[in-house]
T-cell receptor
């Protein structure tokens, strides 16, 4: 089954810098979603991009989707210490069973 | 997080105990999910309920037994667990419509099996 795979797995940056992480997947999708998880807590939905969209913005977040390469990127601009978290991509398969396949997550540490 | 609540937040149990995890969603959603999150592994989907009907059982051992009495409540009954079942158990809900399936998660139950 398809599964998102984030790259890089861990990222440490200074406050104010941008953080970029990538996700790849294997099969056709309806949409791709990014979630954030603070340590030991539930996941929080950040942004959804449909398969017919190429770029989407939400505040300091920018997501791109390249369906030909089966990949997506999440950019966090002007990072803050509060952005320290794990970030997951999740794909909603095109065969329509409404099941999300999550990647392993990408740990981001923003140093104040 | 307040849209989906989970109790208890922490649970320690022996292998012979029986316990239940509870999840409640206040969002009017039509689907609910149980996930298991272990260290260094992707989130594992365990069960899916659409309109109270179980639509997926992802090869989960029978020592985990879900129950969905109505569209707002979901339980996970646990019995004779193994130490490797120790993990964070997350409940989520979503409104499946129009090709969108954003999921809203509860804070999770941290389970430790001794």
């Amino acid at each position: 089954s398809q599964q998102g795979e984030e790259d890089p797995q861990a990222l440490s940056i200074q406050e104010g810098e941008n953080a970029t992480m990538n996700c790849s997947y294997k099969t056709s999708i309806n949409n791709l979603q990014w979630y954030r998880q603070n340590s030991g807590r539930g996941l929080v939905h950040l942004i959804l991009i449909r398969s017919n969209e190429r770029e989407k913005h939400s505040g300091r977040l920018r997501v791109t989707l390249d369906t030909s390469k089966k990949s997506s990127s999440l950019l966090i601009t002007a990072s803050r210490a509060a952005d320290t978290a794990s970030y997951f991509c999740a794909t909603d398969a095109a065969y329509g069973n409404n099941r999300l396949a999550f990647g392993k997550g990408n740990q981001v540490v923003v140093i104040p | 997080e307040t849209g989906v609540t989970q109790t208890p937040r922490h649970l320690v149990m022996g292998m012979t105990n029986k316990k239940s995890l509870k999840c409640e969603q206040h969002l009017g959603h039509n689907a609910m999910y149980w996930y298991k999150q272990s260290a260094k592994k992707p989130l594992e989907l365990m069960f899916v309920y659409n309109f109270k009907e179980q639509t997926e059982n992802n090869s989960v051992p029978s020592r985990f037994s879900p129950e969905c009495p109505n569209s707002s409540h979901l339980f996970l009954h646990l019995h004779t667990l193994q130490p490797e079942d120790s993990a964070l158990y997350l409940c989520a809900s979503s409104q499946i419509a129009g090709g969108r399936n954003e999921q809203f998660f509860g804070p999770g139950t941290r389970l430790t099996v001794l």
